[in-house]
């Protein structure tokens, strides 16, 4: 279960300590793009149906994506997910899609995670709404990040799109997202530098609709 906010002030030390040990900066986002190994990864609900319009259903994915993208087995470890095959950079979780922003070793785990993830909550959500054989999810893709201002604008466009949907007008009052986690640990000043420096204009118009 990954929840910054619930996290002890010894697991948030015991988080950064992780990024150092790995040579990330301990402040920041991690960004390995000379190894070529980090997506922008987006799954969208069938003919982009709001069946995530509860906040439980949201953070019960969002809390799942941690855990099966971890190692699928202890609980705290895949908390952390910085210590994982798949790190998880940034995320945010809407009505009808989600976005999240990876590092992935074994690129080929996606498609059966996803397939893990969608066959849960597919079962589960079909059961709360007492219907049989709806169709939830449709399709997951991929974006490789190619430069750091490809990643940071990635990163601002994932924060921001709570703002662009219109179901916030603040990026902060979206709390499936992990703009928060970075304001509690880079700080607001942080968040602003960067969204100055990569702006996100017109990035996804074609394609997150």
């Known amino acids: 279960m990954y929840e910054y906010r619930k996290l002890t002030p010894e ?4 988080l950064i300590e992780e990024r150092v040990k790995r040579g990330y900066p301990p402040h920041a986002p991690p960004y390995p793009v000379k190894d070529k190994r980090l997506y922008l990864l987006t799954a969208t609900c069938y003919e982009h149906q709001c069946y995530m319009h509860t906040e439980s259903r949201r953070q019960q994915l969002l809390n799942m994506i941690f855990d099966r993208f971890g190692d699928g087995g202890d609980e705290e470890e895949s ?4 210590t994982t095959n798949i790190t998880i950079c940034a995320w945010v ?3 009808n899609h989600y976005h999240l922003l990876v590092e992935v070793v074994n690129f080929d785990a996606l498609s059966d995670l996803f397939r893990q993830i969608h066959g849960v909550t597919s ?3 079909n059961l709360e709404d007492n219907v049989t054989k709806r169709k939830i999810w449709y399709s997951w893709s991929d974006r490789a990040i190619r430069s750091e201002r490809h990643y940071y604008t990635t990163f601002n466009y994932i924060h921001y799109n709570p703002v662009k949907h219109g179901l916030v007008t603040s990026p902060y009052d979206w709390v ?3 703009v928060n986690w970075y304001l509690q640990v880079c700080g607001r000043q942080w968040l602003r530098d960067c969204w100055v420096k990569y ?4 990035y996804g118009q074609d394609w997150d609709l």
């Open 93 to 95: 979780v809407l009505l």
């Open 123 to 125: 079962r589960q959500w």
């Open 79 to 82: 908390a952390l997910a910085l």
């Open 11 to 14: 697991q948030k030390a015991e």
């Open 176 to 178: 499936e997202s992990s």
């Open 199 to 202: 702006p996100v204009r017109d």
